[in-house]
């Protein structure tokens, strides 16, 4: 037998790192890193490494299913699109097109023109309700910007920082919050050159084991440490006057919006040093250039995700972390139109308040996308609008969503339920019809998502300099399969219910214009890859040539100078934000910010690990032999419960209870309990050792949430903690089980 060895881009998670893969009659073999890439120094995952197992895995969806009753049945695609056009068409009959959704989970990326053409069709269906995993992660990102406003050049962040400020991320498993590349190797090398990293996560996580600074506070206690760390800032001076004189909004009422977090109070609260909080507003502002990153941890352990995100913001703009007149942009784009930078402020837009009405908790759209936290709402909820069909492309809402309990009842209620996902998850045995995928060594891919998340926040994505990388399609589907590309279903249905041409279509990300392009005749997939480059400042073809990856640099794209007349103004000091800051200020004076219940003495906290991607790739090939999510437990805790490592504990929230297997983590703050999310099967009963546990079923979406965005507290929640012996049944009726 001959290998090919053939460079290409790993698609296994959204790093897209650049490997070599071993093809041998037409079947892939082995992955290392490709050290001939300028970028990543061959860096590569455990998941990455299983690439060739994950691809041949028996667990492969070949054909598309239909269920009837409990069975599943292999129904051809053109058949099953058939029925589900018919339906579809019925459906919006009777009921309206909002009646139907789309939930595009962290897997739509698998080829680059999947959430592009599914948007087109729920344009043309006309029904906005269109969700993502955005209002579940770190919606605040997108409503913050929007309250802010916008730099119109890019923030110093990846462009020689001389600090980072990382507040509950951790990029050696997740790769946010620093440029794509070796992680290990970017930190030393960044160090070496002078960099300080300041970390805050109550758990010492992988990062904060090479921080400059650890504030291991505990959890949910960010808005007011960053408070704090502006008013120390704002009193010693040491914010970047001239850019705030000359760009900035807000200053004055900002210095009264911090005035109550004094450093000695929030150290007291959050169980830090006084000295710690002075430090970091220090190390921080006085670094010259520097960014500051949240990451899940903040934005799900507090219910006021944009509150966190904007004084995330506030922090890097009042030190001035934004690229001037006349600077080098290092990374303009490749694969997206060059974007001409500038040195001024697009003033702040309306975040949220707009557009469509959700039914429940008088929330709106935002920035950020419509509450997918709300979506189980909208199908349980009787009445004009009601959900009654989702599609799920590349998602897993029975684990992923907050409050398991309600989000099954409500999948099990649709009328319709269409799954696009290449295994038999926890979401697909609820569906009608699960549609077979093509894998992505299957078809061609680039890296332009990779460019498009820049704009998603300071800290987030994509490469220091200009990079990009294409590969074609590799393998061809195994024979006898009947797989299409995702977005192919969206192509048949529009067809089928005779709806106008698709508009791959405008803005999908902020600072990133797209043509509009209407799609008469069904394009090729590589065609969709010319279309989504369209007007590139580097063309498609030009990096075609470049298999191993390449930069592309341009020492001549300078930030320009403000626009003559241009009074644009960031606005650092919003009416909402303040008036929430004083919120959590009246709190921080009566007690620690949330009420301590003593029945829920444990704090239940995120955390990622790096064989899995949410619910994806928990396989023996990763896994090994470890197929569940342990909960890590300090080891005073583990005593006090009388559990060792490898014993079962009971975890009861308000909400719920679960079962989980004890693992001892000394890296946690005692009193905490931090386990993966996404695992087990979305039952009660699940058998713990062979699929873990799930979080989400110990989660409310209705008592704690962010207010603009409907983001539900996901972490930081009170929990009870008790041996748990095997014998006895898994009690899980909360207060709240049925009611909706
Ligand atoms: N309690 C709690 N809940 C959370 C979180 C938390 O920290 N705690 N985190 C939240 C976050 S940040 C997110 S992003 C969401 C994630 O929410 P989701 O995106 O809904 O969940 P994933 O598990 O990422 O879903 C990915 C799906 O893609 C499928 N897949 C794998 N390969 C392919 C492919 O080639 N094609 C297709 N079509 N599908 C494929 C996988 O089998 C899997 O079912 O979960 C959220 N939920
Ligand atoms: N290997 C791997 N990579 C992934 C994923 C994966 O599942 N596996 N998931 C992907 C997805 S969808 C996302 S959204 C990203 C997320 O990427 P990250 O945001 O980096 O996610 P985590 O690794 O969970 O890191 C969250 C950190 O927050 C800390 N934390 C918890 N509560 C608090 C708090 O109140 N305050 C502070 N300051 N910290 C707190 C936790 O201890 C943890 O270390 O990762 C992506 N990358
Ligand atoms: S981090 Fe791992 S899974 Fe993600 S792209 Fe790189 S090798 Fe693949
Ligand atoms: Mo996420």
């Given at each position: ?234 009193a010693e001076g040491l914010h970047d006057a001239a850019f ?179 295994r038999m998850t926890a979401t697909a045995k609820l569906a ?309």
């Amino acid at each position: 037998m001959t290998i090919t060895r053939v460079p290409t881009i790993c698609r296994v998670c959204t790093h897209n790192c650049p490997i070599i893969l071993d093809i041998e009659d037409g079947r892939a073999v082995h992955v290392v890193g490709d050290k001939e890439n300028p970028v990543y120094d061959g860096y590569t995952c455990i998941k990455g490494r299983s690439y060739p197992e994950l691809q041949h895995s028996p667990d492969r969806l070949l054909h598309s299913l239909h269920r009837s009753g409990d069975r599943f049945e292999p129904i051809p695609s053109p058949v099953l699109m058939d029925e589900v056009a018919a339906q579809l068409q019925a459906i919006i009959a009777e009921h309206g097109p909002r009646s139907v959704a789309l939930y595009a989970g962290t897997n739509m990326k698998m080829h680059p023109a999947n959430f592009p053409v599914a948007l087109a069709f729920m344009d043309r269906i006309g029904s906005p309700m269109r969700f993502t995993p955005n209002t579940i992660d770190q919606p605040g990102k997108s409503t913050a910007q929007g309250l802010l406003g916008q730099w119109m050049a890019p923030p110093q962040a990846f462009s020689d920082p001389g600090v980072a400020l990382l507040i509950g991320i951790n990029p050696f498993v997740t790769y946010n919050g620093i440029p794509d590349g070796h992680p290990g190797k970017y930190f030393r090398r960044a160090m070496d050159a002078g960099m300080k990293l300041i970390v805050i996560d109550p758990r010492r996580s992988d990062v904060a084991k090479r921080a400059t600074l650890h504030l291991q506070p505990k959890a949910g206690h960010d808005i007011a440490i960053l408070a704090s760390m502006i008013r120390v800032i704002l009193a010693e001076g040491l914010h970047d006057a001239a850019f705030l004189d000359g760009n900035v909004d807000g200053l004055e009422a900002l210095r009264g919006a911090v005035a109550p977090f004094e450093p000695s109070i929030v150290a007291a609260n959050a169980d830090l040093e006084v000295e710690q909080i002075v430090e970091a507003a220090r190390m921080f502002a006085t670094a010259g250039r520097g960014y500051a990153v949240g990451g899940t941890g903040p934005n799900m352990s507090a219910a006021r995700g944009t509150l966190f995100e904007y004084l995330v913001l506030v922090l890097d703009t009042i030190c001035g972390h934004w690229l001037r007149e006349g600077e080098l942009v290092r990374n303009p784009g490749v694969l997206i139109p060059g974007v001409s930078a500038k040195a001024q402020a697009k003033p702040p837009k309306p975040a949220y308040g707009y557009g469509e009405k959700l039914r429940v908790r008088g929330l709106t759209d935002s920035l950020a996308g419509l509450s997918t936290a709300a979506l189980p709402d909208e199908i349980l909820e009787p009445g004009d609008g009601q959900v009654r069909a989702l599609i799920v492309l590349g998602g897993n809402p029975a684990l992923a969503w907050p409050d398991q309990i309600k989000t099954v009842e409500a999948l099990r209620s649709l009328d319709l339920l269409v799954v696009i996902d290449n295994r038999m998850t926890a979401t697909a045995k609820l569906a009608h019809y699960v549609v077979a995928p093509k894998t992505t060594l299957e078809m061609p891919g680039m890296t332009l998502n990779r460019e498009m998340i820049r704009w998603y926040a300071t800290g987030w994505g994509g490469t220091t300099d200009a990079y990009a990388q294409y590969t074609p399609a590799l393998l061809e589907p195994p024979a006898g399969s009947d797989v299409i590309e995702d977005w192919e279903l969206f192509w048949g249905l529009h067809e089928r219910m005779g709806l106008p041409p698709l508009q791959l279509g405008g803005g999908l990300f902020a600072g990133v214009k797209f043509e509009p392009t209407p799609l008469v005749e069904k394009p090729s997939s590589e065609e969709l890859m010319a279309l989504l480059t369209v007007g590139s400042r580097i063309p498609l073809e030009t990096v075609k040539q470049h298999r191993h990856g390449a930069l592309f640099p341009d020492p001549d794209y300078r930030v320009e100078p403000k626009e003559a007349g241009w009074d644009g103004r960031l606005d650092v000091a919003n009416d909402d934000m303040v008036a929430d800051l004083a919120d959590v200020a009246d709190r921080l004076r009566a007690s620690d910010g949330r009420e301590e219940d003593p029945a829920f003495p444990y704090r239940l906290l995120c955390r990622r690990m790096m064989h899995v991607y949410n619910s994806a790739y928990n396989e023996a090939a990763t896994h090994r032999g470890r197929p569940f999510n342990p909960a890590f437990l300090h080891s005073t805790d583990l005593d006090a419960l009388g559990v060792s490592p490898g014993e079962l504990v009971m975890i009861r929230s308000q909400r719920a209870a679960v079962v989980a297997i004890a693992e001892r983590d000394d890296d946690l703050r005692p009193g905490t309990v931090s386990i993966a999310h996404c695992y087990g099967g979305g039952e009660a009963s699940d058998d713990v050792r062979a699929v873990g546990t799930s979080t989400s079923r110990l989660l409310f979406v209705d008592q704690e949430f962010d207010r603009y965005t409907g983001q539900p507290l996901m972490s930081n929640i009170a929990v009870a903690i008790a041996a748990h012996d095997p014998l006895t049944p898994i009690e899980t009726d909360g207060p709240h089980v049925g009611e909706h």
